[in-house]
C-alpha cells in the first residue's frame, strides 16, 4: 500500500547533538512538508520541498535542516541550535495543483535526554 | 497573511447526537481551499473533508458536512450521528488556490478536542 513512513517513532536527543528524523513516501508526490505540533498550537510548518533539490523555508524553521536528494525522501535534523526540541514532528506530502489534500506520516515524538 | 481560529479549544457530545465545530479565517484571496482533519489519540491525521471556495454546494462526507460562509469567512463542521471513534483532536486548514513560490502550505487552526460521551 501506499504512504508516508516516518521513523523512528520515538526518539531521544542529548544536548548538544543532532539527530535526524527520517519520512519516506512511495505516493509519487512532489511536494513534502514538515510541521511540528506543540500541545494548544496546532500545526507549524517548518521545512517544504515542491522538487526535488529545492526547498524552503516554512514559518519556525529556526534550529532545523532538511535535504531533498530524492522524490521520495524528506529528512528533518532537528540540530543543536534548536533549543526547545521536545515536540511531535509529522510529515506529509502531496500532489501539487488543485484541491489535492496533504498526506500524512504516523509523526515522531521527540524528547530531550 | 492568512490566519485559521477555531474558537472552541473542547467541545463535547452524546453518542448518536449532532455536533458542530467552528472555525473562522481571515484571507483577501478570492480562491482558495478548506480542509477539516481528524487527530485521534493515535496521533495520525486523517483528511475528514474538503471545500472548494469557488463551490457554492456545501460538502458532505457520510455523516460529515461542512457549513461554508464565503462572506463571513466561516467553515463550520457538522458531525451527524456522533460515533465514539469520532473523539479527537479536528483541525481546521486553509490553502490559498494560488501557488506563491510554488508554496501549497496549509495554514492550520489551533484545533478542537471532541469528546464523545456514550
Known amino acids: 500500500d501506499g504512504g508516508i513512513t516516518q521513523s523512528p517513532k520515538y526518539l531521544f536527543r542529548k544536548e548538544g547533538q543532532n539527530v535526524t528524523l527520517s519520512c519516506e513516501q512511495n505516493l509519487n508526490h512532489d511536494a513534502m512538508y514538515w510541521y511540528r505540533q506543540d500541545p494548544g498550537q496546532g500545526l507549524r510548518l517548518i521545512y517544504y520541498s515542491q522538487i526535488v533539490n529545492d526547498f524552503q523555508k516554512g514559518d519556525i524553521a529556526e534550529g532545523y535542516s532538511v535535504s531533498r536528494e530524492k522524490k521520495e525522501s524528506f529528512p528533518l535534523t532537528v540540530t543543536s541550535a534548536q533549543k526547545n526540541p521536545t515536540a511531535f514532528y509529522l510529515c506529509a506530502s502531496h500532489t501539487r495543483g488543485g484541491n489535492q489534500p496533504q498526506h500524512f506520516g504516523d509523526g515522531t515524538r521527540l524528547s530531550i535526554l | 497573511a492568512q490566519t485559521v481560529t477555531q474558537s472552541q479549544p473542547e467541545m463535547s457530545v452524546q453518542e448518536a447526537e449532532t455536533v458542530t465545530l467552528s472555525c473562522t479565517y481571515d484571507t483577501s484571496e478570492s480562491d482558495y481551499y478548506l480542509f477539516w482533519y481528524k487527530q485521534p489519540p493515535s496521533r495520525q491525521m486523517i483528511l475528514v473533508i474538503r471545500?472548494?471556495?469557488?463551490?457554492?454546494q456545501n460538502a458532505t462526507e457520510n455523516r460529515f458536512s461542512v457549513n461554508f460562509q464565503k462572506a463571513a469567512k466561516s467553515f463550520s463542521l457538522k458531525i451527524s450521528d456522533s460515533q465514539l471513534g469520532d473523539a479527537a483532536m479536528y483541525f481546521c486548514a486553509y490553502r490559498s488556490a494560488v501557488t506563491q513560490g510554488g508554496s501549497e502550505k496549509l495554514v492550520f487552526g489551533k484545533g478542537t478536542k471532541l469528546t464523545v460521551n456514550p
Open positions: 471545500q472548494e471556495a469557488y463551490k457554492q
